[in-house]
């Protein structure tokens, strides 16, 4: 006698439960995913430094964080990082004193030269926001509308007639002129000059500052350097 024997095969098809989720809570709210409730403890986010923050790869539009550096909660947006606990603009101060004869400023005729300002003349800084990257460079880590100021003096102007510029460059290529014109002396003074642009720059903008002084490559005196900006929105 033969049995036959019938195997029967079943297929089974992936499918997605929709529901919602409750920590600390039998009944969330059907408009919640993830519903939190407690009355002793924390949600806490991820916590890492601005170095980590900057450093995740593509995160998602709505992506919190709260970053060590700055004890802020952080949130990702189409302009970047932004930080959601903020109550002041960030902003960025760098800036140097000179004394005596240091004939730091360079003075070749119609040449631009970097303000002589580094990491180290920092005296404020948002770091989330800024990061300075070389000589009169500054990368913008959050993109947004900023005001721009730039300074500098100097010591021992000759008498006469010379070209000043303050420029600005974005990427290599040249934005604006905060400050530019002709200094008139009628005898070896102190001079200095400072001026003012607001400008959009996006995440990963390097912005850099320049002067020229035109004194036929003959070098002078610096007094100030000094850089300035704030992110407005």
Same mark, same amino acid.
């Given at each position: 006698?033969?049995?036959?024997?019938?195997?029967?095969?079943?297929?089974?098809?992936?499918?997605?439960?929709?529901?919602?989720?409750?920590?600390?809570?039998?009944?969330?709210?059907?408009?919640?995913?993830?519903?939190?409730?407690?009355?002793?403890?924390?949600?806490?986010?991820?916590?890492?430094?601005?170095?980590?923050?900057?450093?995740?790869?593509?995160?998602?539009?709505?992506?919190?964080?709260?970053?060590?550096?700055?004890?802020?909660?952080?949130?990702? *947006?189409?302009?970047?990082?932004?930080?959601? $606990?903020? =109550?002041? !603009?960030?902003? %960025?101060? &760098? /800036?140097?004193?000179?004394?005596?004869?240091?004939?730091?400023?360079?003075?070749?005729?119609?040449?631009?030269?970097?303000?002589?300002?580094?990491?180290?003349?920092? *005296?404020?800084?948002?770091?989330?926001?800024? $990061?300075? =990257?070389? !000589?009169?460079? %500054?990368? &913008? /880590?959050?993109?947004?509308?900023?005001?721009v100021n730039a300074a500098?003096?100097?010591?021992?102007?000759?008498?006469?007639?010379?070209?000043?510029?303050?420029?600005?460059?974005?990427?290599?290529?040249?934005?604006?002129?905060? =400050?530019?014109?002709?200094?008139?002396?009628?005898?070896?003074?102190?001079?200095?000059?400072?001026?003012?642009?607001?400008?959009?720059?996006?995440?990963?903008?390097?912005?850099?500052?320049?002067?020229?002084?035109?004194?036929?490559?003959?070098?002078?005196?610096?007094?100030?350097?000094?850089?300035?900006?704030?992110?407005?929105?």
């Open positions: 006698m033969i049995k036959k024997i019938t195997v029967l095969l079943l297929t089974i098809h992936p499918f997605l439960i929709f529901a919602q989720v409750g920590i600390g809570t039998t009944s969330p709210s059907p408009s919640s995913m993830l519903e939190l409730n407690s009355t002793n403890q924390t949600f806490v986010p991820p916590r890492m430094t601005n170095v980590q923050m900057l450093a995740i790869p593509n995160p998602l539009v709505g992506s919190v964080v709260y970053n060590l550096s700055d004890d802020a909660l952080y949130m990702r *947006t189409n302009l970047g990082w932004e930080n959601i $606990s903020r =109550t002041s !603009n960030p902003t %960025i101060s &760098i /800036n140097k004193n000179f004394h005596g004869t240091d004939t730091v400023i360079s003075t070749t005729n119609n040449s631009y030269t970097n303000f002589p300002l580094n990491s180290s003349d920092i *005296t404020s800084i948002t770091n989330s926001v800024f $990061s300075v =990257t070389g !000589n009169g460079q %500054i990368q &913008i /880590n959050e993109g947004g509308t900023f005001v500098f003096s100097v010591e021992n102007v000759p008498s006469g007639n010379r070209k000043f510029v303050i420029g600005i460059f974005k990427n290599g290529t040249l934005l604006g002129y905060p =400050t530019r014109g002709t200094i008139v002396l009628n005898a070896t003074d102190t001079w200095g000059s400072s001026g003012t642009l607001v400008e959009n720059f996006s995440a990963g903008d390097v912005i850099t500052f320049r002067y020229v002084l035109n004194n036929n490559g003959n070098p002078l005196d610096a007094l100030n350097f000094n850089i300035g900006m704030a992110k407005l929105k």
